[in-house]
């Protein structure tokens, strides 16, 4: 199909009460624009963003994560509106859909749905049980007539409850001709997009209405939008998962991140969080446990355990209570309320209860290397930078700051000393 997509994400969006661009807030781990670009790059090669309201901070926001995407600033003093934003757009294909940025639940089918077919514009409607203060979108013989906004309504098109959803397709050469006709000759003195819908019609083209769900083409404007719209991309998401085989406890208790992926059989309990591009395979993430931008292989993690960005952990098990940050386990046992931070440990080893990777001097992180079938007794502090070769027992309580030889027991303890009948003479009891 030859389209080409141009995402509206020009707006202050004052509604959201917030320093960062409406369009850079953020559902499921990814910014809602970005949720519109995935969509537009599953069906077109040509996608122009069109800015205006803080512009260079979003375009830098979109190189970050996306290649061949083209910019064109909105000269919104002069030519403020939807239409205004379009005015001076060059697309390349034959027909183009104008999409919004702040609308994140688009899908490439209904986006295909849009483009499809022969008709000089698809517009796309929804029908709403309720459309107090929507414009009503006119319909005869399968063909748009016209867009009434509420307040020109007359009684019998007060009734219709068909209305606008805003996003459009249109054969480029007929875009081409009315963007530059548009004129703001209106109560807000700006260039509307949707009276191409009029000039197309006043010249007898074809404009044909596309029904299309609520859900998918609410645009965000608020907080409350922005929460609402997480509740459904979750449930979008975490459907997906189920059917692609994840077991999930309560899964409307899970959060799981737009980037996140599973392989092989895993599962969720209830309270369970999987943030950023996470990777799960083969195992068993239990109640309320945290996995941030991590890998996780043929290993169970939990109850309330956090697994922070940049950790690998295969054939292990962490238990609850239990912190790792950028470190890389293999075959590794750490039962509960442990710290493990920027560290390597091999197979066969045990993290014992209380134990504690000191990581950091104040001014640096320094790494701790463990070696395989390291037992590593309860409350001790690992002071890196450290290694600690194979085979090394370390007894309960010890602070270990020089590298141990393989086959040695490590401890370092104050001699423990005795007061008999202390208890007595302190409390007079004797």
Known sequence: MSISVVILAAGQGTRMKSSTPKVLHEISGKSMLFHALDAAQAISSDITVVLYHQASRIEKEILKHYQDIHFHRQ???????TGGAMKGVQTQNTRTLILNGDMPLLTKDSLLALASGEADINMSVIKLDNPIGYGRVMIQDGKVQEIVEQKDCNDAQLSTQTVNAGIYAVQTALLQRYIPALDNHNAQSEYYLTDIIKMAVDEGKTVTPIYVAEEEFKGVNSKLDLAYAEEILQRRIKIAWMKAGVSMRLPET??????????????????????????IITSHIKTH????????ENSDVGPMARIRP??????SHIGNFVEIKKSTLHGVKAGHLAYIGDASIDEGSNIGAGVITCNYDGKNKHKTSIGKNVFVGSDSQLVAPLTIPDDVMIAAGTTVTKTAEKGSL????????SIKNFFYRFFGKQ
């Open 310 to 315: 940049q950790s690998l952990l295969k054939d």
């Open 254 to 279: 899970i959060y799981i991140d737009s980037r996140a992926t599973f392989e092989g059989e895993c599962i969720l309990e209830n309270g369970v969080s999987i943030q950023g591009a996470s990777r």
């Open 410 to 417: 490590v401890l370092s303890r104050s001699p423990q000393k």
């Open 75 to 81: 000269d919104a003093l002069h030519f403020p509106g």
């Open 289 to 296: 446990s945290v996995i941030e931008s991590a890998h996780i």
